[in-house]
């Protein structure tokens, strides 16, 4: 029996074209691109102004049930499927976030998809890429010095430094910096005060970058992010500390999307990345509207499962971009549906009807959720090896009786060619059921009236309980004139409620809201759940551990 080929080893053999020519399928000419060597570029925002007026292709997202140890493919799946609309000769482009290097190190070991549906060039995708994480991290920082600076200095704003809110980031999972105190060692070093770390996909200028439509837009975000208050209690901006313009230089150019190519050499836009779990979970605005204006079809994925990456992506996304989705295909996989339904992960090979049935009440309330949006559902059911023939026509049945149209996927083995089956079933799904999309809920109402009705009609919960800090801060920012913008929940992935344990479809359980942040530049509140850190912790095997580069600049160990 040959040896099947890693991950890394299929991006490396991949035969990738200059990005160039993937630009020229796109219509694009050279100078309408910042090249990063030969393979990646930057695309400049005056295309979209010059395409405008052009009409959309159909978006799609791409989004999954509960992750678990066994497995979905979601990154793998929206590749796949774009490849399987090239493959049966659809204008087609992804549009996926950048990998953060404290998963890359931690326990992912790489984001770019798998087996022959990657993104390429994988190595540099998955790690320093065009830059834009570390200018995200640097402008973020820039803004959190400057706060103690004016402190240091005078502090004629009257900042609190007891209610100082803006924490710094770094691209790494670090947990000893979740709580820190910084400025010791004397009076020339500053004022010391409790502070802490986020990692930097959760930053708020993170969200900002994948929120706003142009450099002014941004620019003008900055100015609204409250990085503390005065000794009033009234807040205090970046844009009263004249941070805006020095924040958008730093980020001038990691606004511009990313386009690079897949193993098939379909385009693909890679640009900025929220994680779903403690921030929004989707790739930038100015990516998605530009694909849409380049390609008839437009695939893109949010984080982790619909009650999370998908809620955030059709309740927040698509309200501040305007955007109106077609489709959405939800990934499942017959082993993850029997991990749902109690199955230890050493015996997901093995034929277990009562544990798959029991498992797909978590797949059938995702199908719920995305219906609720309005969206019409496409199940991919990713093929193993172990699968039965058995356990497909259950699942098809099943997913049927739900309302859902579902395909087979064997993207991962075969490409476009295995996701051809997948990307008729969509093209017929957008054909034949309109998209009706609809937010969840009104931004006039309260914020806990938003929460409640996430908690209820999107995880199943029976309601929201608050802390007494959540409770104030609540109340505070009510009062402060916040209380329309909408909500970005911070909980495990791995659950419906706020119990990384409780697999399947849990009843009986209500949401613990600890914490409540303003992210008014971006434009939402984060309402904390839970354990959830916006710190990641490494494991105690990270995957720093075997990731390695010899001599000749070869990577191993990245898959």
Known sequence: MSKVPSDIEIAQAAKMKHVTEIAAQLGLQEDDLELYGKYKAKVSLDVYKRLQDKPDGKLILVTAITPTPAGEGKTTTSVGLTDGLAYIGKKAMVCLREPSLGPSFGIKGGAAGGGYSQVVPMEDINLHFTGDLHAITTAHNLLAALVDNHIH????????????????????????????????????????????FDITVASEVMAILCLASDLTDLKERFKRIVVGYNFNGEPVTAG???????????????????????????????????????????????????????????????????DLGAEKFFDLKCRFAGLKPDAAVIVATVRALKMHGGVPKTELGQVNMDALAKGFANLEKHIENVKKF?????????????????????????????????????????????????ARKVIETIETK?????????LNTTLKEKLETIAKEIYGADGVVFTDTAEKSIAMYEKQGYGELPVCVAKTQYSFS????????????????????????????????GAIMTMPGLPKRPAAEVIDVDESGKITGLF
């Not at 709580?179 to 060692?185: D, F």
């Not at 309109?434 to 009104?442: A, C, G, L, M, W």
């Not at 009986?508 to 309402?527: D, Q, Y």
Request: net charge neutral; glycine share 12%; charged share 20%.
């Open 240 to 306: 009263d500390l004249k941070a805006e313009g020095s924040m958008g230089l730093l980020m001038k150019d990691a606004i511009k999307p990313n386009l690079v190519q897949t193993v098939a050499n379909t385009p693909a836009f890679i640009h900025g990345g929220p994680f779903a779990n403690i921030a929004h979970g989707c790739n930038s605005v100015t990516a998605t509207k530009l694909a849409l204006k380049l390609a008839d079809y437009v695939v893109t994925e949010a984080g982790f499962g619909a």
């Open 374 to 422: 309005g969206v019409p559902a496409v199940v991919a059911v990713n093929r193993f090896p172990t699968d039965t023939e058995e356990e497909f026509k259950f699942v098809i049945e099943r997913c049927q009786a739900a309302g859902a149209e579902v395909a087979l996927s064997e993207v991962w083995a075969k490409g476009g060619e295995g996701g051809a089956e997948l």
């Open 153 to 196: 200095h005078g502090n004629e704003l009257g900042i609190d430094p007891r209610q100082v809110v803006y924490r710094r980031v770094v691209d790494l999972n670090d947990r000893a910096l979740r709580q820190c105190v910084i400025a010791l060692g004397g009076k020339a070093n500053g004022m010391p005060r409790e502070s802490g």
């Open 434 to 442: 309109p998209s009706n999309f609809k937010p969840i809920y009104e």
């Open 498 to 529: 706020d119990d990384l344990t409780k697999y399947g479809r849990p009843t009986g359980f209500k949401i613990t809201v600890r914490e409540v942040r303003l992210s008014a530049g971006a434009g939402f509140f984060v309402c904390i759940a």
